[in-house]
């Protein structure tokens, strides 16, 4: 009798064991993901520190509600804006936590860089990063998806579309903290719900057009694999390209919240611009960046992303094959699969970029004509500079201390194909000289080849037809690094005189000895004087058998220096057109004073208060690119096709 209550009673134990640890089991399942699921940290109770990232181009209207919306969401949002103008007006409105950044390359249109804007991200201090539209508004729900997904003990690319509204009919309050209609009745964050749900049932999927993106801070995790390309933001293809590339790469969970968060996308998407002729001037920069999106990245079948749905005051991860989630469970998978059959998500349509499809051809919009008023200052002086393909890197780190100094009105004539493609996709104002010399070598090209003397003579065929159309010019060969802007001083020498860089290198003779005239850095104006002694130059260099350098010497000062006026004049006396060779000290050559020679030539020249020095007097390409880069004077990453 006692051993049959002593079994009865093991039993009972045995019996409840196995109970509890069932409902252990059981309880599990309904508070954790499957293992098939991202694992999650453990809980931390400080919210993470969220930067939201934007930029503004030249031509782009503004709407302050969408960066009130941002701010709204948490005390530790924190908004960068890119824009080429520091304007005091956005701080004193938004405060503080709005920062304003003007570090990252735009076009010559004022268009900005995604992968300028993409490296500038790593230098602030945040938990997480988001990348959105500046006409884009964020609702309540943003903030408790990015609270989930920093929860997740992996890295992760969080991307959701915004749904298009033109005419949003709230406006925040004079508090800053909520919507509110027209006659000032507030507005609950779940009428707004419901009115972007009735919106986002007309399209049950999105093309990736207003894109928000939000990922987390890893330096050891990039975003995507390999190098971004220049695409230009906000002109298509770059989301869709940095999702296939994420995804492709596998170092992140990607994965498409659409469903989950509420956001609105303020105006007509297909008016990007203020008027239609506008439009058409700049639809070559979407075919750039289609262009950009074969050239560069892996390609892969098409796929769809997991969704974050919410159900059940849960968020769950919806593999997209099949539309189920992947909890599983008893009663908790049907519960959440009848959430999810009732939930009508939508959901983005990423279609890989395929190579073998037609793009148009790249067709810049722009000519000699039409790009000058749009560059020039409002001196009417423009900063000239003639590049062919094999000089693309040095054109580019000319370009890059042009911007850095604030240099803005400078322009590029291509003397090919290849170099006028790269300096479009660039975002560079450039034309192309149909009368340049063909089949231009790549490493012998220099000073005293046949090629050279054949290059040259562009230049001054350019320049005269600048001056010609009433703009007067600083022609600067790409090897002149710039330490400061000397266009203030060349202005001030006044009408009829032409100024130029001298070449003499030795310290105790005139520097406008014969032949010492530079033609790679000099400045000219459009008056009667100048335009008459250039034509005389481009006709001489026309018959010479020389470069063009000889001919400004022989034609402005005369064969042997017969019209030298004291040690740093000439005056030619047809046209009464005074050159003036400028000081060494200021505008170095390449031999003088052995400057390419010491130790630490930025110093050296700081030291003379150089604004320029010539990387010339060294023979071959890759000579000048070694001595420029290994003295520190380089400004362009060719690897990132970035500026430094």
Same mark, same amino acid.
């Given at each position: 009798?006692?051993?049959?209550?002593?079994?009865?009673?093991?039993?009972?134990?045995?019996?409840?064991?196995?109970?509890?640890?069932?409902?252990?089991?059981?309880?599990?399942?309904?508070?954790?993901?499957?293992?098939?699921?991202?694992?999650?940290?453990?809980?931390?109770?400080?919210?993470?520190?969220?930067?939201?990232?934007?930029?503004?181009?030249?031509?782009?209207?503004?709407?302050?509600?969408?960066?009130?919306?941002?701010?709204?969401?948490?005390?530790?949002?924190?908004?960068?804006?890119?824009?080429?103008?520091?304007?005091?007006?956005?701080?004193?409105?938004?405060?503080?936590?709005?920062?304003?950044?003007?570090?990252?390359?735009?076009?010559?249109?004022?268009?900005?860089?995604?992968?300028?804007?993409?490296?500038?991200?790593?230098?602030?201090?945040?938990?997480?990063?988001?990348?959105?539209?500046?006409?884009?508004?964020?609702?309540? =729900?943003?903030?408790?998806?990015?609270?989930?997904?920093?929860?997740?003990?992996?890295?992760?690319?969080?991307?959701?579309?915004?749904?298009?509204?033109?005419?949003?009919?709230?406006?925040?309050?004079?508090?800053?903290?909520?919507?509110?209609?027209?006659?000032?009745?507030?507005?609950?964050?779940?009428?707004?719900?419901?009115?972007?749900?009735?919106?986002?049932?007309?399209?049950?999927?999105?093309?990736?057009?207003?894109?928000?993106?939000?990922?987390?801070?890893?330096?050891?995790?990039?975003?995507?694999?390999?190098?971004?390309?220049?695409?230009?933001?906000?002109?298509?293809?770059?989301?869709?390209?940095?999702?296939?590339?994420?995804?492709?790469?596998?170092?992140?969970?990607?994965?498409?919240?659409?469903?989950?968060?509420?956001?609105?996308?303020?105006?007509?998407?297909?008016?990007?611009?203020?008027?239609?002729?506008?439009?058409?001037?700049?639809?070559?920069?979407?075919?750039?960046?289609?262009?950009?999106?074969?050239?560069?990245?892996?390609?892969?079948?098409?796929?769809?992303?997991?969704?974050?749905?919410?159900?059940?005051?849960?968020?769950?991860?919806?593999?997209?094959?099949?539309?189920?989630?992947?909890?599983?469970?008893?009663?908790?998978?049907?519960?959440?699969?009848?959430?999810?059959?009732?939930?009508?998500?939508?959901?983005?349509?990423?279609?890989?970029?395929?190579?073998?499809?037609?793009?148009?051809?790249?067709?810049?919009?722009?000519?000699?004509?039409?790009?000058?008023?749009?560059?020039? =200052?409002?001196?009417?002086?423009?900063?000239?500079?003639?590049?062919?393909?094999?000089?693309?890197?040095?054109?580019?780190?000319?370009?890059?201390?042009?911007?850095?100094?604030?240099?803005?009105?400078?322009?590029?004539?291509?003397?090919?194909?290849?170099?006028?493609?790269?300096?479009?996709?660039?975002?560079?104002?450039?034309?192309?000289?149909?009368?340049?010399?063909?089949?231009?070598?790549?490493?012998?090209?220099?000073?005293?080849?046949?090629?050279?003397?054949?290059?040259?003579?562009?230049?001054?065929?350019?320049?005269?037809?600048?001056?010609?159309?009433?703009?007067?010019?600083?022609?600067?060969?790409?090897?002149?690094?710039?330490?400061?802007?000397?266009?203030?001083?060349?202005?001030?020498?006044?009408?009829?005189?032409?100024?130029?860089?001298?070449?003499?290198?030795?310290?105790?003779?005139?520097?406008?000895?014969?032949?010492?005239?530079?033609?790679?850095?000099?400045?000219?104006?459009?008056?009667?004087?100048?335009?008459?002694?250039?034509?005389?130059?481009?006709?001489?260099?026309?018959?010479?058998?020389?470069?063009?350098?000889?001919?400004?010497?022989?034609?402005?000062?005369?064969?042997?220096?017969?019209?030298?006026?004291?040690?740093?004049?000439?005056?030619?006396?047809?046209?009464?057109?005074?050159?003036?060779?400028?000081?060494?000290?200021?505008?170095?050559?390449?031999?003088?004073?052995?400057?390419?020679?010491?130790?630490?030539?930025?110093?050296?020249?700081?030291?003379?208060?150089?604004?320029?020095?010539?990387?010339?007097?060294?023979?071959?390409?890759?000579?000048?690119?070694?001595?420029?880069?290994?003295?520190?004077?380089? =400004?362009?990453?060719?690897?990132?096709?970035?500026?430094?």
């Amino acid at each position: 009798m006692k051993l049959k209550g002593l079994g009865a009673g093991l039993l009972s134990v045995w019996l409840s064991g196995f109970l509890l640890i069932a409902l252990s089991f059981y309880g599990t399942l309904l508070l954790s993901p499957s293992l098939n699921n991202p694992s999650f940290s453990s809980y931390s109770s400080i919210a993470p520190r969220i930067t939201i990232f934007t930029a503004l181009h030249s031509s782009s209207s503004f709407d302050s509600q969408a960066i009130h919306s941002w701010l709204a969401l948490s005390s530790q949002v924190t908004v960068v804006l890119f824009t080429q103008h520091n304007n005091s007006s956005f701080t004193d409105t938004f405060g503080s936590r709005l920062l304003l950044d003007s570090t990252i390359d735009f076009t010559f249109l004022g268009t900005p860089f995604l992968h300028s804007m993409l490296a500038r991200t790593e230098a602030y201090v945040s938990d997480i990063a988001v990348l959105i539209d500046p006409q884009t508004l964020l609702l309540p =729900d943003f903030i408790s998806a990015l609270n989930y997904a920093h929860e997740l003990d992996r890295n992760w690319l969080l991307v959701s579309s915004s749904v298009n509204i033109p005419h949003f009919p709230f406006h925040w309050d004079e508090t800053g903290r909520s919507w509110r209609q027209d006659n000032g009745k507030r507005v609950r964050f779940g009428e707004l719900q419901k009115m972007i749900s009735s919106r986002s049932l007309q399209s049950n999927s999105s093309e990736g057009n207003n894109m928000i993106m939000a990922w987390n801070i890893n330096v050891d995790t990039p975003l995507h694999c390999g190098v971004l390309p220049p695409f230009l933001y906000q002109r298509g293809t770059h989301s869709q390209w940095i999702i296939n590339e994420a995804f492709s790469c596998k170092r992140r969970f990607v994965f498409d919240a659409t469903s989950t968060i509420s956001s609105v996308s303020i105006g007509n998407p297909e008016m990007k611009f203020d008027n239609n002729s506008q439009h058409k001037t700049r639809n070559w920069e979407y075919i750039g960046n289609s262009h950009l999106g074969k050239l560069y990245g892996a390609l892969s079948k098409s796929y769809a992303l997991p969704k974050l749905l919410k159900c059940n005051k849960r968020y769950v991860f919806v593999t997209s094959a099949s539309d189920r989630s992947v909890v599983t469970g008893f009663r908790t998978r049907e519960k959440i699969s009848a959430c999810i059959s009732r939930s009508k998500s939508r959901s983005l349509k990423l279609d890989p970029v395929q190579k073998d499809q037609a793009v148009p051809p790249l067709k810049f919009p722009y000519d000699l004509e039409s790009l000058l008023p749009l560059v020039a =200052d409002k001196n009417r002086t423009i900063v000239l500079s003639v590049a062919g393909f094999s000089y693309k890197d040095m054109l580019m780190s000319w370009v890059c201390r042009a911007r850095r100094l604030a240099v803005a009105n400078f322009l590029v004539c291509a003397l090919d194909d290849e170099t006028y493609q790269f300096a479009i996709l660039q975002g560079l104002p450039v034309f192309f000289d149909p009368y340049a010399p063909k089949n231009i070598s790549f490493n012998d090209c220099h000073f005293g080849s046949k090629c050279f003397q054949r290059v040259t003579k562009v230049k001054s065929r350019t320049v005269l037809k600048i001056l010609k159309m009433g703009y007067n010019v600083l022609l600067s060969d790409v090897d002149v690094y710039w330490f400061k802007n000397p266009l203030p001083l060349l202005h001030s020498f006044g009408p009829s005189v032409l100024v130029a860089q001298s070449d003499e290198y030795n310290t105790t003779v005139p520097i406008n000895r014969p032949r010492r005239l530079n033609s790679g850095f000099y400045f000219a104006r459009s008056d009667e004087p100048t335009i008459a002694a250039m034509e005389k130059v481009v006709k001489h260099a026309a018959t010479s058998g020389l470069s063009e350098q000889p001919s400004f010497y022989d034609t402005l000062c005369g064969e042997g220096g017969v019209y030298r006026l004291g040690n740093d004049r000439c005056v030619e006396p047809e046209t009464n057109l005074t050159v003036h060779f400028l000081d060494r000290d200021l505008f170095p050559n390449g031999a003088y004073g052995d400057i390419w020679l010491k130790e630490d030539v930025r110093a050296e020249c700081e030291k003379k208060h150089c604004y320029v020095l010539h990387n010339n007097w060294i023979s071959g390409r890759l000579k000048k690119l070694e001595r420029q880069m290994m003295k520190g004077l380089w =400004d362009y990453d060719a690897s990132m096709r970035m500026c430094v």
